[in-house]
């Protein structure tokens, strides 16, 4: 399967601290995205990229920001970490859009306290 | 824009027995549906898909899915799970036109029960 890792697993911050998370994957898929999965809401996008460079929002970008400076690397940035950002964030990526398979990382649990 | 609706955050079913998790789509073009299961601690993996065609769609590890236009649902079946199926699965869509984003339900928590 598609290689896709996430770092850090884990990470605990302070209100207000800027943290950064970041996804790498290996199979030269064009397109990478951020999700946060919680409790009665699924996995919503944050943002996502399709090509380097090249990204846009999702439903719930709002305190926000992403890079791709490479094909591999996608980037997520919490500017002011908040407590409502507590939550787990799955990176994906898949060779085109829509039809195809999304290949998903194993997540990152993010306390903000 | 596409939008599915699991109508089940959990359902416990004993072991050998069938199941059904739903899972229901609306749009105004046509769609692409999926499966995707996550074990705990684990990330999401594809389960199933339909594009087009067969309205009849076979997965990994046994579930199948079928897909209906006229009630706009793609419910997940089993005919007899296993201890190994207990995990967390969620139903997703995108819509075939313009671009396309893929969104997914609020999830299905499945309790298989010795």
């Known amino acids: 399967d598609a290689g896709i890792t996430q770092s850090p697993r884990h990470k605990v911050t302070e209100t207000g601290t800027p943290v950064t998370l970041r996804c790498h994957q290996t199979e030269n898929h064009r397109y990478m995205y951020w999700y946060r999965q919680d409790p009665g809401h699924g996995l919503r996008l944050i943002h996502y990229s399709y090509g380097v460079k090249d990204t846009d929002k999702g439903e719930v970008s709002d305190g926000y920001s992403v890079s791709r400076s490479k094909t591999e690397d996608f980037l997520l940035t919490l500017e002011s970490a908040t407590s409502s950002q507590t939550s787990v964030y799955f990176c994906a990526s898949s060779y085109g859009q829509g039809e195809e398979k999304l290949f998903f990382g194993s997540g990152t649990q993010l306390s903000v306290l | 824009a596409q939008s599915v609706t699991q109508l089940d955050s959990q359902v416990p079913v004993f072991e050998e027995a069938p199941v059904e998790l739903r899972c229901n789509y609306s749009s105004s073009v046509s769609v692409y549906l999926f499966w995707y299961v996550q074990y705990p601690n684990q990330g999401l993996q594809l389960l199933l898909k339909y594009l087009s065609g067969s309205t009849l769609v076979k997965g990994i590890n046994g579930f199948e899915a079928e897909f209906n236009k006229s009630q706009t649902s793609f419910h997940l079946r089993k005919p007899s799970v296993h201890i190994s199926d207990t995990a967390e699965y969620f139903c997703?869509?995108?819509?075939?036109?313009?671009?396309?984003?893929?969104?997914f339900g609020t999830g299905t928590k499945l309790q298989v029960i010795p």
């Open positions: 997703a869509g995108a819509d075939s036109g313009g671009y396309q984003k893929v969104t």
